[in-house]
């Protein structure tokens, strides 16, 4: 489908993917400074609320942003009429959240609302070029719905996440944290979830080189997020259990039936050994449904004092962020590859970019984090909150080490074949676009 045409600029997507690995480091850092507020952490300003929002901005959102605008041309067919746009949306982001992030942290109301309207900002942008892809796509009509979803729920998060931020110091909501309840259910579930799962429509059959799954799962998964979504954020708002609680329900089984799609090209592909990402991936499959479950049971306040904040590290730390990490060791170099190729000559595999180790300490080092920290959570110790931090930022350290390391084997590809500099702001067609 000529999809190595629609290769953006290198430093465009790999400047998104290497600000979320630095932003992965961050994460945990910040983790360990907030340690001592973060088991009985309710809402409001502080240092969790900025851990929070350096994983939510810094690497989930620097992550979407990035897989959207590289992934869905090469997808959908559809070229950007512009690349304007997509800088615009990266220098508004970056500097907005790196003033949102101080805002936060120390509570000071005008970094907070001054950060936070420069990333609707780049939001808004990132959402017209978006839209404006979708709009033209004739193709994958499944993956476009959710990715459609995704949009409608970043521009609902985004106003409220601009009222939160000028109820702290107005006082105008109703209820505070009904409505900030609200905020997460559309960022982790309606932006990132719905996203996720459309790309992984995409993703995973490419990776694994099988057909997209046969059968109802997608559309099946894919209208019952939505009704998970929709249903979630109205319990939130008017804060009732039994709706919050059907919305996990809803969302459970949307998440059997896409896993079990996902399961499917796993098991048709001809690509049998996929590497350490997708344990992480599956992984990450298994932590859905079981946050699903967190979720409804916190709900009836099932799971005690510290629930809602268990709850909250499983869905951001547990699914989102393994989930990430998994597809993020696959998309780097796959697309490093595609922009290393060379007329004649095949894309550059896995194991001659970058060495294994890296991913192995990441990989060993986020288990314990997430076990850590989890159980410092669930028995409200800060020292076992600290040691997963510790283990966290190693593990964010290994994967930064990694990105890094794929880069300077672009770059020196590009010197030994060109005998020059590496073409950073230029793409090259290839061959063939399957490392």
Same mark, same amino acid.
């Given at each position: 489908?000529?999809?190595?045409?629609?290769?953006?600029?290198?430093?465009?997507?790999?400047?998104?993917?290497?600000?979320?690995?630095?932003?992965?480091?961050?994460?945990?850092?910040?983790?360990?400074?907030?340690?001592?507020?973060?088991?009985?952490?309710?809402?409001?300003?502080?240092?969790?609320?900025?851990?929070?929002?350096?994983?939510?901005?810094?690497?989930?959102?620097?992550?979407?942003?990035?897989?959207?605008?590289?992934?869905?041309?090469?997808?959908?067919?559809?070229?950007?009429?512009?690349?304007?746009?997509?800088?615009?949306?990266?220098?508004?982001?970056?500097?907005?959240?790196?003033?949102?992030?101080?805002?936060?942290?120390?509570?000071?109301?005008?970094?907070?609302?001054?950060?936070?309207?420069? !990333? #609707?900002? =780049?939001?808004?942008?990132? &959402?017209?070029?978006? /839209?404006? $892809? %979708?709009?033209? @796509?004739?193709? *994958?009509?499944?993956?476009?719905?959710?990715?459609?979803?995704?949009?409608?729920?970043?521009?609902?998060?985004?106003?409220?996440?601009?009222?939160?931020?000028?109820?702290?110091?107005?006082?105008?909501?109703?209820?505070?944290?009904?409505?900030?309840?609200?905020?997460?259910?559309?960022?982790?579930?309606?932006?990132?979830?719905?996203?996720?799962?459309?790309?992984?429509?995409?993703?995973?059959?490419?990776?694994?080189?099988?057909?997209?799954?046969?059968?109802?799962?997608?559309?099946?998964?894919?209208?019952?997020?939505?009704?998970? !979504? #929709?249903? =979630?954020?109205?319990?939130? &708002?008017?804060?009732? /259990?039994? $709706? %919050?609680?059907? @919305?996990?329900? *809803?969302?459970?089984?949307?998440?059997?039936?896409?896993?079990?799609?996902?399961?499917?090209?796993?098991?048709?592909?001809?690509?049998?050994?996929?590497?350490?990402?997708?344990?992480?991936?599956?992984?990450?499959?298994?932590?859905?449904?079981?946050?699903?479950?967190?979720?409804?049971?916190?709900?009836?306040?099932?799971?005690?004092?510290?629930?809602?904040?268990?709850?909250?590290?499983?869905?951001?730390?547990?699914?989102?962020?393994?989930?990430?990490?998994?597809?993020?060791?696959?998309?780097?170099?796959?697309?490093?590859?595609?922009?290393?190729?060379?007329?004649?000559?095949?894309?550059?595999?896995?194991?001659? $970019?970058?060495?294994? @180790?890296?991913?192995?300490?990441?990989?060993?080092?986020?288990?314990?984090?997430?076990?850590?920290?989890?159980?410092?959570?669930?028995?409200?110790?800060?020292?076992?909150?600290?040691?997963?931090?510790?283990?966290?930022?190693?593990?964010?350290?290994?994967?930064?080490?990694?990105?890094?390391?794929?880069?300077?084997?672009?770059?020196?590809?590009?010197?030994?074949?060109?005998?020059?500099?590496?073409?950073?702001?230029?793409?090259?067609?290839?061959?063939?676009?399957?490392?």
């Amino acid at each position: 489908m000529g999809a190595q045409m629609r290769l953006l600029p290198p430093t465009l997507p790999f400047r998104f993917f290497g600000a979320a690995a630095v932003m992965h480091v961050a994460v945990w850092l910040a983790g360990f400074w907030a340690a001592e507020g973060i088991p009985a952490f309710s809402g409001g300003p502080g240092p969790v609320l900025a851990v929070i929002h350096i994983l939510t901005l810094g690497v989930f959102g620097m992550t979407a942003m990035g897989a959207a605008f590289q992934l869905l041309p090469v997808a959908t067919g559809v070229a950007h009429r512009s690349l304007v746009p997509v800088r615009l949306a990266w220098w508004l982001y970056l500097s907005g959240a790196v003033v949102l992030f101080y805002g936060f942290a120390t509570s000071i109301h005008a970094a907070m609302l001054i950060g936070g309207i420069v !990333v #609707a900002a =780049g939001f808004m942008v990132f &959402l017209a070029v978006v /839209a404006s $892809l %979708l709009r033209r @796509a004739r193709t *994958l009509p499944l993956q476009v719905r959710f990715a459609w979803v995704g949009l409608v729920s970043l521009l609902l998060l985004v106003v409220l996440g601009l009222a939160l931020i000028e109820d702290l110091a107005r006082g105008f909501l109703p209820d505070h944290q009904f409505v900030g309840l609200a905020h997460l259910i559309l960022a982790a579930f309606g932006f990132m979830g719905m996203l996720t799962m459309g790309f992984s429509y995409i993703l995973v059959p490419m990776f694994a080189l099988s057909a997209n799954p046969p059968g109802p799962e997608g559309s099946v998964s894919f209208f019952l997020a939505l009704g998970a !979504v #929709a249903v =979630g954020v109205a319990g939130a &708002l008017v804060g009732s /259990a039994p $709706l %919050l609680g059907g @919305a996990a329900l *809803l969302g459970a089984v949307a998440s059997a039936a896409y896993i079990r799609a996902m399961l499917w090209s796993l098991r048709n592909g001809m690509r049998k050994n996929l590497g350490l990402s997708f344990v992480l991936i599956k992984a990450a499959w298994l932590m859905l449904p079981v946050c699903l479950v967190m979720g409804g049971a916190a709900a009836f306040g099932m799971l005690g004092e510290h629930g809602p904040v268990l709850f909250t590290f499983m869905l951001l730390f547990g699914w989102l962020l393994t989930f990430l990490m998994g597809i993020l060791q696959r998309i780097i170099p796959f697309l490093a590859a595609m922009n290393m190729s060379k007329k004649g000559k095949k894309p550059p595999r896995l194991s001659e $970019l970058a060495e294994a @180790a890296p991913l192995k300490i990441h990989a060993f080092c986020h288990a314990l984090a997430l076990i850590a920290v989890g159980s410092g959570i669930a028995f409200d110790s800060s020292n076992l909150i600290r040691g997963g931090a510790v283990a966290g930022v190693v593990g964010a350290l290994a994967f930064l080490w990694f990105t890094v390391t794929v880069l300077r084997s672009y770059r020196d590809y590009h010197k030994e074949s060109d005998g020059g500099s590496a073409p950073l702001n230029s793409a090259t067609p290839v061959s063939n676009p399957n490392p």
